[in-house]
């Protein structure tokens, strides 16, 4: 198999990541980088050997060497170029959250045709016990699901020396705040982990800005959540229950569980040394007994290779890539939907 030809755009926060993965594997061949800072680009492509710079991604993709791209920037004005790419032959891989909103996803459905396209949510599905968890949900071992959930909080630390990245917390950049900068995520992983099975169908939620006393840990004009929970109900009546917050006035949290009629599944999203994973398993006579069920080091690497490397792939055996546009369509249309309930105060529902 030759490998596939990428071009990355955007060498700031994520894309250099993308550029090391690609550098590392055989099944692919970094061609060219752009970015609008030029030193920012010359910089990346001498430190991962890229043949090739560009001052824009219009640049890039105009490229008759190039394949595939990456698209490592911003949100706002990410689908316009993928839209651009697309048309131009390229297959397309967009770092999270998938776009602005579930229309621009889409457009970018509309325009793939036959090529691939990919979004970067589905990062931490390649960490190992993902696949533990996958295969053991699949089993049926839990029985009929009721309740998937996560809570994830983050307390606020000491304020920050540097300037966090302005785009961060910006509706008009990146589309939202923390929901879509790790909500993401977090509902890629849970519907990944239990087999793409759930029908999300409605949505109660809220979300919340940064406490006033924390105002000076972010920049000037920030407008988007840093907290929302919100409780979705699925086709069949299971529930998807979420919480996430950073900036928190209280000590963190992590919790995540799987539960079913037959027992429950508690497990991390994230690594760990070593990471386990709990069954709670049940019978009539003896009640609830606690076994682990997976227990071992995981390789952190593969939440920044991952995306990439099966990406390309999926471009040369003809396969779909681990989160296609239609998997990243139902995370944008839930992310919508919270957005729309905690704007009104009331449910929304999910087409």
């Given at each position: 198999m030759s490998p596939v030809r990428l071009g990355v755009v955007g060498c700031g926060v994520i894309g250099p990541t993308h550029m090391k993965a690609?550098?590392?594997?055989?099944?692919?061949?970094?061609?060219?980088?752009?970015?609008?800072?030029?030193?920012?680009?010359?910089?990346?492509?001498?430190?991962?050997?890229?043949?090739?710079?560009?001052?824009?991604?219009?640049?890039?993709?105009?490229?008759?060497?190039?394949?595939?791209?990456?698209?490592?920037?911003?949100?706002?004005?990410?689908?316009?170029?993928?839209?651009?790419?697309?048309?131009?032959?390229?297959?397309?891989?967009?770092?999270?959250?998938?776009?602005?909103?579930?229309g621009e996803v889409r457009q970018m459905i509309a325009a793939r045709g036959k090529l691939k396209a990919a979004c970067c949510s589905s990062r931490f599905r390649f960490l190992?016990?993902?696949?533990?968890?996958?295969?053991?949900?699949?089993?049926?071992?839990?029985?009929?699901?009721?309740?998937?959930?996560?809570?994830?909080?983050?307390?606020?630390?000491?304020?920050?020396?540097?300037?966090?990245?302005?785009?961060?917390?910006?509706?008009?950049?990146?589309?939202?705040?923390?929901?879509?900068?790790?909500?993401?995520?977090?509902?890629?992983y849970l519907l990944g982990i239990t087999g793409w099975t759930l029908r999300p169908r409605v949505v109660l939620a809220q979300t919340w800005t940064i406490p006033p006393q924390f105002e000076s840990h972010i920049p000037p004009g920030s407008d988007a959540e840093t907290y929302y929970t919100a409780l979705i109900r699925c086709e069949g009546g299971a529930v998807m229950s979420l919480e996430r917050g950073e900036f928190m006035p209280l000590h963190g949290e992590d919790a995540w569980q799987v539960i079913g009629t037959q027992g429950s599944l508690t497990l991390k999203m994230t690594w760990g040394s070593p990471k386990k994973l709990l069954h709670d398993a049940t019978t009539p006579d003896g009640g609830v007994a606690t076994e682990t069920l997976w227990e071992d080091e995981e390789d952190g690497s593969r939440t920044s290779s991952g995306p990439v490397t099966d990406f390309a792939a999926a471009i040369r055996e003809g396969r779909d890539p681990s989160t296609t546009l239609e998997r990243a369509l139902v995370v944008q249309q839930i992310t919508d939907a919270i957005y729309a309930s905690a704007l009104s105060g009331h449910e929304a529902e999910i087409a």
């Open positions: 690609a550098v590392e594997s055989p099944l692919l061949d970094l061609v060219a980088v752009a970015d609008l800072i030029d030193d920012r680009a010359k910089a990346a492509a001498e430190k991962f050997s890229a043949r090739k710079t560009y001052r824009s991604g219009a640049e890039l993709i105009e490229d008759p060497e190039i394949e595939a791209v990456v698209l490592a920037f911003p949100t706002g004005k990410r689908t316009e170029l993928a839209l651009q790419a697309l048309a131009r032959g390229k297959h397309v891989l967009v770092e999270k959250p998938v776009a602005m909103n579930a190992a016990g993902a696949q533990v968890a996958v295969d053991f949900i699949a089993s049926g071992a839990l029985g009929p699901l009721r309740v998937v959930r996560c809570r994830n909080i983050g307390p606020c630390g000491p304020k920050p020396d540097k300037p966090r990245p302005e785009w961060r917390l910006k509706r008009a950049l990146n589309g939202g705040g923390y929901l879509v900068n790790w909500g993401c995520y977090d509902l890629d």
